[in-house]
């Protein structure tokens, strides 16, 4: 283990019964390291803290009871199980097994007395719990309850509960013998009101029995929002990173003469509004920079987006390069191409539509109009597949770019990517951003609004 100080550099193999085949199932819930154990964190929460009276059950209730074993026969009908009846004195509860051994039935003999945790669910005389956990404890040590409620995590194939307990407890262990192995990242005074991140995931993998479990199944626990915080300022750094570093790219500055987009108004049977003014200068500003523009311009349905969009195509056509647009479904992209195809063919222009759907000699004729330079090209995904070449790729215009994810509109990019420089950028929503959002989610981009 010399120079693996953190919990991020040590594999998942070396912890207590992590084989090379349990650790490949383990690989699947994407577990590979120690830190990757510490951050898988519960779904939800059984209270196994304190053990209930029979008699007080109700349907549904998830509790842990303690009795003594009155009946124990198999039962033969449509299927054959096991059915034991314990009481506490306060009531009566059935325990039904479909799967069990010999052995196990010998253990369920009668004044046994036995504690077991289950859903209590409606049975033919009384109560039952079907294939509960349990354990047979004797009458002058019954043992301790748990001392935290029980986390049950997102599990896979071939990996049970008990198994990431199992794993959860040897990783908190390490890290309780040294703190040092979990790195505090953010600086106090960045989170004055929250817990530190290592007390965070201590309580939120074995909570205090006293914890609330309403403020954790409404995710307000203090020591969820210190994740979220981290989380959130983790994506929002590394989509500044993105910023910084597209930053740090050439573009081509794509000025042009304005006679397309002239011509484009004229034709216009309405006139541009003031925020469509706005956001279309601010855009025009962005594309003749030698940095790529990087874009997003929202505004509700019927807002005008779209003429904006054109007259950013309008802009890359007049300086020589082309542009394409990027829907993320058929029917949105046909709309974009017939859209596009009514204001720019009668300037002249070809639009060069490119779906999956599109087939034999359409598709062949499509990707050779674009290799040697259609202006625009309209289609969904298929525009970034590995057969689609650009002659001079200058603009790239993404429409609702959180159906695509990030990597899929920077693939898009990288299309255009010549001499070492990228094309501009120009994504399209019309799903509200509130202000708060748009510094997260969108760090990597300026933020345009078409508000009237």
């Known amino acids: 283990m010399a ?96 799967h069990f051994s010999n052995a196990q039935k010998e253990g369920l003999a009668r004044g046994a007395r036995i504690r077991c945790f289950g859903e209590a669910r409606r049975g033919a005389a009384t109560l039952e719990m079907v294939h509960p956990e349990y354990r047979l404890i004797a009458d002058d040590a019954p043992g301790a ?140 500003a962005d594309m003749r920079e030698p940095t790529p523009m990087q874009r997003l311009v929202q505004g509700d349905v019927g807002s005008g987006k779209t003429a904006v969009a054109a007259l950013a195509v309008l802009q890359a056509v007049e300086a020589g390069f082309q542009a394409a647009v990027m829907a993320p479904t058929e029917l949105l992209a046909e709309q974009h191409q017939r859209n596009f195809a009514a204001w720019l063919e009668p300037l002249g222009l070809e639009v060069v539509w490119l779906s999956g759907r599109l087939k034999g000699k359409a598709r062949r004729e499509a990707l050779e109009a674009i290799a040697s330079g259609a202006a625009l090209a309209v289609g969904t995904h298929a525009l970034f597949q590995d057969e689609v070449e650009f002659k001079q790729l200058g603009l790239v215009i993404v429409d609702e770019q959180h159906r695509f994810g990030v990597h899929q509109r920077l693939a898009l990019r990288e299309k255009g990517a010549a001499g070492g420089r990228y094309p501009h950028q120009l994504i399209m929503t019309a799903t509200p951003i509130p202000r708060t959002l748009a510094m997260t989610a969108y760090a990597d981009l300026d933020v345009s609004v078409i508000d009237e």
């Open 145 to 284: 309850v748990e001392e935290s409620l029980t986390p049950i995590y997102p599990a896979g194939d071939g990996i049970q509960q008990p198994t990431l307990r199992r794993l959860s407890d040897q990783v908190l262990e390490q890290l309780e013998r040294s703190p040092s192995l979990l790195p505090e990242l953010l600086p106090p005074e960045l989170v004055p009101d929250l817990p530190p991140l290592r007390d965070s995931l201590f309580l939120l993998h074995r909570p205090p029995p006293d914890v609330s479990l309403e403020a954790l199944r409404e995710g307000q626990h203090p020591a969820q929002q210190r994740l979220v915080f981290e989380e959130l300022m983790a994506h929002h750094l590394s989509l500044r990173k993105l910023r910084l570093q597209a930053q740090l790219h050439e573009a081509p500055p794509l000025a042009g003469d304005g006679g397309l987009r002239a011509r484009f108004l004229e034709r216009l049977p309405f006139e541009l509004t003031d925020a469509q003014r706005r956001v279309a200068a601010e855009c025009e």
């Open 3 to 98: 120079g693996r100080d953190s919990l991020a550099e040590r594999p998942i193999t070396e912890l207590k019964g992590v084989g090379p085949k349990q650790a490949e199932k383990l690989a699947a819930l994407g577990l590979n390291t120690l830190q990757d154990v510490l951050f898988h964190l519960p779904l939800r929460y059984q209270d196994r803290t304190r053990v209930s009276p029979i008699g007080t059950l109700r349907h549904g209730d998830q509790v842990v009871v303690e009795g003594e074993v009155q009946l124990t026969e198999v039962k033969f009908g449509r299927r054959r199980s096991l059915l034991s009846r314990i009481s506490d004195g306060s009531g009566s509860l059935t325990l039904r097994f479909f």
